[in-house]
């Protein structure tokens, strides 16, 4: 591995671990796979703004929708307590695609929750909902943000062209920290 790129993978292991401690100081267990992930992706989405027309209510809270049923939506209720831009994040378990646009403002699809990740990010592909997927990743439709682990460590990637689909805009500091997908020059 080229010098440039090893340090430029320490010094985004070093950045995402610094945002994540203050998630874990105070935890006395140890922390699952599947609670460093929910804290991952809640500190990714405050990171992440949606477009203007969305969130039109100050007092709304952001819905998180896991497809999970397991011990990922019980991480991320776990994460309810916190608040993201101002808002109260609210989790909600979800069992199939119907008005998944008008429920979710995040659409977390754990590797467990669903052998057919793409049915339901094709569902709100073209709409302002932030979507996460685990493990093997469709090409047909992929999430914004695709997580894994490597190292024992928490990896992410960032599709730029699905972002920009969605309408979200990304903090600069966010993309530095991912590989980018669709961003890459020939």
Request: hydrophobic share 40%; glycine share 4%.
């Amino acid at each position: 591995m080229e010098f440039r790129q090893s340090l430029r993978l320490l010094a985004r292991g070093l950045i995402a671990t610094s945002l994540l401690l203050p998630a874990f100081a105070h935890a006395s267990d140890p922390v699952t796979e599947h609670a460093l992930k929910a804290a991952v992706a809640t500190r990714i989405t405050k990171f992440v703004t949606w477009p203007d027309s969305i969130m039109t209510d100050r007092n709304s809270p952001i819905r998180f929708c896991v497809v999970d049923d397991g011990p990922v939506h019980e991480a991320f209720v776990e994460m309810q307590d916190s608040s993201i831009h101002g808002r109260e994040v609210h989790v909600i378990l979800v069992s199939d695609t119907a008005y998944l646009a008008e429920r979710c403002h995040v659409l977390y699809i754990s590797e467990s929750g669903t052998a057919d990740q793409a049915s339901w990010i094709a569902e709100v592909a073209d709409n302002p909902v932030l979507t996460f997927g685990e493990g093997d990743i469709s090409d047909e439709a992929t999430p914004i943000v695709s997580m894994g682990t490597r190292r024992n460590r928490v990896v992410f990637e960032i599709n730029v062209e699905a972002r920009e689909r969605s309408g979200h805009s990304i903090s600069a500091q966010l993309l530095q920290l991912s590989d980018q997908l669709n961003s890459r020059g020939p």
